[in-house]
């Protein structure tokens, strides 16, 4: 007997659905909510999301994120993360679209700029956000100018061109994807190039390795395109068994002590992540510029750069320029300037025996404990960040470096100031002879790999270090 008072339908004549249209009747009727469920989904949403607009009167490097970490970009814009895990994104008057929730937003611009950050709910409406990170130091007021030299040819031109004016990036050299690339934009600025900003396709070209051939390359040089390497070394470097077993076989800089000997190369990459061979290389008598750069592209453009000192207006040529006249510095934020008697990196002065000179080294910029001074035999002096100077009395050839230190790190390097001496350049003796056990280890390591022509250019590279211990 039942005890509640509804009453019961019986339907006798009607057999009972069976299973599967039960379960059909039901699929039915959840269709059939959806879109007034998903409608719904949508208001709620859109009631939570707000819209915030970035402005800082130049274009910046944004990050957006919430308190779980989560980034928010403006719409259609890739997402991108730099090395400390933070999203970003280039431009200035920026619109984005973000959940009702405490955000944390910040504007930067490259290493010249401090950055600036706040927190904040957004409201109803728009919520304007003005934040304008400050100037550390302005290198092109001084004539410096700073490049990424490596950048690949892999992003759309409109994401290239918002990165490097939102990084205040000098110069870029883009590595062209295609041949068609290549033949379109070889020798002409992109069209977003300005007055203080200008990219190239193929400004610098990266040596792969022997294989790319000699005669390639003295082509390309006499083209105006500056060579060099997009890596240099992994681990340390300190003997030249560990240098052989530290190189990337894809961007091969064990092959500068060949390339540097003969004349083929400009640069060495990268001064910082592989000082002492470079020091090495400069040591035994080869003239190259220090540079920055890595083929490992995280974080945003330019978060390595190589400064050149250009004589009057930048262009790409003025640019190439003094990069192969050795007027550089390479770093990773700091500005660092050397000067011996008034004349900077990539300077010569022909001293007679006994000249004393006086050596002085700045630098501006984070993450700097300490400055050094250094020559072929070592340190000269040593500070904390601001300036260091020394007197410095010159006996035989030599050469002079400023090198900036923070957190065990190298930070920046510039290129030597050259001392010889009655017209005779440094060949220290234990730089040579480095330089020659490398080139024996490279050999014995390319023999059965190369031609026999190429072994015939690590032998004429051997020539030329011989010759300087004589």
Same mark, same amino acid.
């Given at each position: 007997?039942?005890?509640? %008072?509804? %009453?019961?339908?019986? @339907?006798?004549? =009607?057999?009972?659905? !069976?299973?599967?249209?039960?379960?059909?009747?039901?699929?039915?009727?959840?269709?059939?909510?959806? *879109?007034?469920?998903?409608?719904?989904?949508?208001?709620?949403?859109?009631?939570?999301?707000?819209?915030?607009? +970035?402005?800082?009167?130049?274009? /910046?490097?944004?990050?957006?994120? #919430?308190?779980?970490?989560?980034?928010?970009?403006?719409?259609?814009?890739?997402?991108?993360?730099?090395?400390?895990?933070?999203?970003?994104?280039?431009?200035?008057?920026?619109?984005?679209?973000?959940?009702?929730?405490?955000?944390?937003?910040?504007?930067?611009?490259?290493?010249? &700029?401090?950055?600036?950050?706040?927190?904040?709910?957004?409201?109803?409406?728009? =919520?304007?956000?003005?934040?304008?990170?400050?100037?550390?130091?302005?290198?092109?007021?001084?004539?410096?100018?700073?490049?990424? +030299?490596?950048?690949?040819?892999?992003?759309? !031109?409109?994401?290239?061109?918002?990165?490097?004016?939102?990084?205040?990036?000098?110069?870029?050299?883009?590595?062209?994807?295609?041949?068609?690339?290549?033949?379109?934009?070889?020798?002409?600025?992109?069209?977003?190039?300005?007055?203080?900003?200008?990219?190239?396709?193929?400004?610098?070209?990266?040596?792969?390795?022997?294989?790319?051939?000699?005669?390639?390359?003295?082509?390309?040089?006499?083209?105006?395109?500056?060579?060099?390497?997009?890596?240099?070394?992994?681990?340390?470097?300190?003997?030249?068994?560990?240098?052989?077993?530290?190189?990337?076989?894809?961007?091969?800089?064990?092959?500068?002590?060949?390339?540097?000997?003969?004349?083929?190369?400009?640069?060495? /990459? #990268?001064?910082?992540?592989?000082?002492?061979?470079?020091?090495?290389?400069?040591? $035994?008598?080869?003239?190259?510029?220090?540079?920055?750069?890595?083929?490992?592209?995280?974080?945003?453009?330019?978060?390595?750069?190589?400064?050149?000192?250009?004589?009057?207006?930048?262009?790409?040529?003025? &640019? @190439?320029?003094?990069?192969?006249?050795?007027?550089?510095? @390479?770093?990773?934020?700091?500005?660092?300037?050397?000067?011996?008697?008034?004349?900077?990196?990539?300077?010569?002065?022909?001293? $007679? *025996?006994?000249?004393?000179?006086?050596?002085?080294?700045?630098?501006?910029?984070?993450?700097?404990?300490?400055?050094?001074?250094?020559?072929?035999?070592?340190?000269?002096?040593?500070? %904390?960040?601001?300036?260091?100077?020394?007197?410095?009395?010159?006996?035989?050839?030599?050469?002079?470096?400023?090198?900036?230190?923070?957190?065990?790190?190298?930070?920046?390097?510039? !290129?030597?100031?050259?001392?010889?001496?009655?017209?005779?350049?440094?060949?220290?003796?234990?730089?040579?002879?480095? /330089?020659?056990?490398?080139?024996?280890?490279?050999?014995?390591?390319?023999?059965?790999?190369?031609? @026999?022509?190429?072994?015939?250019?690590?032998?004429?590279?051997?020539?030329?270090?011989?010759?300087?211990?004589?």
């Amino acid at each position: 007997m039942r005890d509640d %008072p509804t %009453p019961l339908i019986e @339907a006798p004549t =009607t057999p009972a659905p !069976s299973t599967k249209a039960r379960a059909t009747q039901q699929t039915a009727q959840q269709t059939a909510q959806r *879109p007034t469920e998903r409608a719904t989904e949508r208001a709620a949403q859109q009631t939570a999301q707000r819209t915030i607009r +970035l402005r800082a009167g130049f274009p /910046c490097r944004w990050s957006v994120w #919430s308190a779980d970490g989560k980034g928010w970009f403006p719409r259609d814009t890739p997402p991108a993360r730099d090395l400390d895990g933070l999203p970003y994104f280039h431009g200035d008057d920026l619109v984005l679209d973000v959940p009702r929730e405490p955000l944390t937003v910040r504007a930067a611009r490259g290493m010249e &700029y401090d950055w600036a950050e706040t927190k904040l709910l957004p409201g109803d409406g728009e =919520t304007l956000v003005e934040l304008a990170p400050r100037r550390i130091y302005d290198a092109a007021a001084r004539g410096w100018y700073g490049a990424d +030299l490596h950048v690949p040819l892999t992003r759309p !031109s409109q994401w290239v061109a918002d990165s490097q004016h939102g990084e205040d990036l000098h110069v870029v050299n883009l590595l062209p994807g295609d041949q068609d690339a290549m033949e379109r934009w070889s020798g002409r600025d992109l069209p977003w190039s300005d007055e203080t900003h200008v990219a190239r396709v193929d400004l610098a070209h990266h040596a792969l390795g022997p294989e790319e051939g000699y005669d390639n390359v003295r082509k390309l040089r006499e083209r105006g395109a500056l060579i060099s390497y997009a890596n240099a070394f992994r681990g340390p470097v300190e003997t030249p068994e560990q240098l052989i077993g530290a190189g990337d076989p894809h961007y091969d800089a064990r092959l500068s002590v060949v390339d540097a000997a003969l004349g083929l190369v400009d640069s060495f /990459c #990268s001064a910082i992540g592989s000082d002492r061979a470079y020091r090495r290389l400069i040591g $035994a008598g080869n003239r190259v510029a220090a540079v920055a750069g890595t083929a490992q592209r995280l974080g945003p453009i330019g978060r390595e750069r190589t400064y050149a000192h250009v004589a009057g207006r930048l262009t790409a040529e003025s &640019y @190439a320029d003094a990069v192969r006249c050795g007027r550089t510095f @390479a770093t990773t934020g700091p500005f660092l300037e050397l000067s011996i008697e008034g004349q900077g990196p990539g300077a010569t002065l022909d001293l $007679a *025996p006994g000249t004393r000179v006086r050596v002085i080294g700045r630098v501006i910029g984070p993450l700097v404990e300490n400055v050094r001074l250094l020559t072929a035999d070592g340190e000269l002096a040593a500070g %904390p960040p601001g300036e260091v100077a020394a007197e410095l009395t010159v006996i035989w050839p030599t050469y002079v470096v400023a090198v900036a230190e923070g957190g065990g790190q190298v930070r920046a390097h510039t !290129s030597p100031v050259y001392l010889d001496v009655k017209g005779r350049r440094v060949a220290r003796e234990e730089d040579v002879t480095f /330089c020659l056990r490398w080139l024996e280890l490279l050999e014995e390591l390319l023999r059965d790999r190369v031609s @026999a022509d190429y072994l015939a250019v690590v032998e004429e590279a051997r020539r030329v270090y011989q010759s300087r211990l004589a």
